[in-house]
C-alpha cells in the first residue's frame, strides 16, 4: 500500500506503554471534534469523538480530552498494541449551511514490539 | 462491501488532460465530501454536498475543478487540464445525515499522478 505521513510529526512508543497525542484546532465556533485512524493506502477511519459540552470521553482503550480554553484535543491510548501503527488525525466539525470537517495536520505513531 | 466506493484507484494522466473520479457513497448518505491529500499531510476539504445540493465548494482550488452529485447519490470529481500540483490522493467521504455530529465514512481514495 502507499505509505501516508512521511514527513509528519512522529511518536514513537514502545508496545504496552501509554500514547498521548496532541492536536491544536482553530476554529472557536467548532463544535464537535473527532480523533480518525488513517493506515497505509486506506481512507481515515473513526476512532472516538467529542462534543464541545464535554471536556472527556472514554472509549475501549482510547480517552479523547478536550480543553476549549486553548483549543487543544488529546488522543490517549491504553496499552498500546502494534495494530495501532498508523496516522492519526484530530478533526473539528462546524456549520456552515450544512456542516464541515477540518483535519488537523496529524501524528504518525510507530508501536515498537 | 456496503462502504464508499471510490474508482479508479490509481489514475496515471499527462499533464493537460482531463480526469473523472467517481465516488459512490453508502446508500441513503446524506452528506457528501471530497477531500485533497498530498503526501505527508492531513486531508484538505474541497467540496460540500447535501443530497444533491453544493453547499460548500470553497475548498477547490481553481476552476479547473468541478464536483457534481446529480442524483444525490454517486458524486463524480472532474479536474480539466491537469497539472502536476494535482498529483494528491482524492478522498471521498459520507456521512448519514446532515447535521454536523457525525463521523465521515471514507473511501479508500483515488490516487492521481500527473506526468
Known amino acids: 500500500g502507499e505509505s501516508v505521513g512521511l514527513h509528519l510529526p512522529t511518536l514513537s512508543v514502545q508496545e504496552g506503554d501509554n500514547s498521548i497525542i496532541n492536536c491544536a484546532y482553530s476554529n472557536s465556533a467548532s463544535d464537535y471534534f473527532i480523533w480518525y485512524k488513517q493506515e497505509s493506502g486506506k481512507g481515515p477511519q473513526f476512532i472516538i469523538d467529542?462534543?464541545?459540552?464535554?471536556d472527556k470521553r472514554q472509549g475501549q482503550r482510547v480517552t479523547v480530552l478536550l480543553n476549549k480554553t486553548v483549543k487543544h484535543l488529546s488522543l490517549q491510548i491504553a496499552a498500546t498494541q502494534p495494530g495501532d501503527s498508523a496516522v492519526y488525525f484530530c478533526a473539528e466539525n462546524y456549520r456552515t449551511g450544512g456542516f464541515k470537517t477540518i483535519f488537523g495536520a496529524g501524528t504518525r505513531l510507530f508501536v515498537k514490539a | 462491501g456496503a462502504g464508499v466506493s471510490q474508482s479508479p484507484r490509481y489514475k496515471v494522466a499527462k499533464r493537460g488532460q482531463d480526469v473523472a473520479l467517481r465516488c459512490d457513497p453508502i446508500?441513503?448518505?446524506?452528506?457528501l465530501f471530497w477531500y485533497q491529500q498530498a503526501l505527508g499531510q492531513g486531508p484538505e476539504f474541497l467540496t460540500y454536498?447535501?443530497?444533491?445540493?453544493?453547499?460548500?465548494k470553497s475548498g477547490l482550488p481553481s476552476d479547473r475543478f468541478f464536483a457534481e452529485r446529480p442524483e444525490g447519490s454517486v458524486s463524480t470529481l472532474k479536474i480539466q487540464r491537469t497539472q502536476q500540483e494535482d498529483s494528491a490522493v482524492y478522498l471521498c467521504?459520507?456521512?448519514?445525515?446532515?447535521?454536523?455530529?457525525?463521523?465521515?465514512?471514507f473511501g479508500e481514495g483515488s490516487r492521481l499522478t500527473v506526468l
Open positions: 467529542i462534543r464541545s459540552n464535554m
Open positions: 467521504a459520507s456521512s448519514p445525515t446532515g447535521v454536523n455530529t457525525g463521523e465521515l465514512f
Open positions: 446508500s441513503g448518505h446524506v452528506s
Open positions: 454536498f447535501q443530497n444533491e445540493a453544493q453547499l460548500d
